[in-house]
């Protein structure tokens, strides 16, 4: 079970508008779980709104008396059954920092994958495209109206969740997410680790990619023991990535435990924070960089970024500590 964020999170979203939206057979399948997610953010202080398409007969009143006694604190809205559901959603006159669609399954590429994230200038770019790339029919053409109205300012984010128990919650406070987050505005910090939440939200994103066997786990005690070694980056003042700065000789870094969170992959967070952290260790006086991965996506960023492979003899001590990984160099 994913670790939740809720202090960290709720003081990026307390006092906003969350908005979610789920069609009449999805809400009568996950009844339950919707309403306890939406309470959950009412207690956390959003402001939460509920769309549905349930269709208005006699037999349906129990729905709507249950909607009204379990949400007091949320504005229901119905939307007319006849009326294209997410059209209908997408032109509501609010201004929303967060629009949930709550469906069957995940968005999905052709292959069968969930996509994490979308930035809405790469469908501006390529809408064909991305209409050919998504297996979720109903998305397809729906996708460019989710983009122009972030772009319009109307929506901050829009989120596609595939409806299960805790699927807002794991989606709005964890690290990793749970369905596909849109935006226009993933504007990325880089600093110095600072906190305890930075050391917690480090130990979550290195725990990920132990998991999949591209980092050596370093506990609490080994981050509070380096946290002057370790930088973060941070969207929405929530840290999505990391990187530990290992001092090689006095012209040599080692970029050393790089980890973006699964969320933000394939958003270019791994390059901004690599470039950052060269600009910064060049204040430090240092021109020459290495790095040890087998993780093929690190290798692929690195060879853009201009690193090469190498088995150079003034680094065959660190080399020694890692024999089976991969080294890569660039020199300033």
């Known amino acids: 079970m994913p670790r939740l964020y809720i202090d960290e999170y709720t003081r990026a979203l307390s006092g906003k508008i969350v908005s979610t939206a789920c069609r009449e057979g999805v809400l009568r399948d996950y009844f339950d779980e919707i309403m306890a997610d939406i309470k959950f953010l009412n207690r956390q202080g959003m402001k939460t709104l509920l769309y549905h398409n ?28 006849d009326v ?27 292959n069968g994958q969930k996509i994490n994230a979308i930035h809405t200038q790469g469908v501006a770019t390529d809408i064909q495209d991305w209409g050919d790339l998504i297996a979720n029919v109903n998305y397809r053409g729906i996708l460019s109206r989710i983009c122009d109205q972030i772009e319009a300012g109307r929506y901050d984010r829009v989120h596609i969740l595939p409806a299960a128990k805790n699927a807002i919650k794991h989606e709005l406070f964890t690290i990793e997410g749970f369905g596909t ?31 999949e066997g591209f980092l050596k786990l370093r506990n609490e005690k080994y981050l509070r023991a380096h946290r002057d070694c370790f930088f973060v980056t941070l969207i929405d003042d929530i840290v999505v990535g990391c990187v530990e700065q290992k001092v090689i000789d006095e012209q040599t870094v080692e970029i050393a435990a790089l980890a973006i969170s699964t969320r933000f992959r394939n958003q270019r967070v791994g390059v901004f924070t690599v470039k950052a952290f060269m600009e910064t260790m060049q204040q430090q006086g240092f021109s020459r960089f290495i790095s040890l ?38 020199k300033i």
Do not use: W
């Not at 059209?87 to 609010?94: F, G, I, N, S, T």
């Open 54 to 81: 349930v269709a208005n007969r006699f037999s349906n009143q129990k729905i709507f008396r249950t909607l009204d006694d379990r949400l007091p604190d949320t504005r229901i809205v119905r939307v007319p059954p």
């Open 84 to 110: 294209d559901f997410y059209a209908h959603v997408l032109d509501q006159e609010e201004t929303v920092h967060k629009l949930i669609f709550l469906e069957r399954k995940p968005l999905l590429d052709l």
């Open 181 to 211: 987050l849109i935006a226009n505005n993933f504007v990325e910090r880089f600093e110095p680790l600072a906190t305890e939440e930075d050391v917690r939200f480090i130990k979550g994103i290195l725990k990920l990619y132990k998991h």
């Open 293 to 330: 991965t087998n993780n093929v996506k690190l290798e692929g960023l690195y060879r853009t970024l201009g690193f090469k492979p190498c088995t150079l003899p003034e680094y065959q001590a660190r080399q020694a500590l890692s024999p089976d990984v991969q080294m890569y160099y660039k």
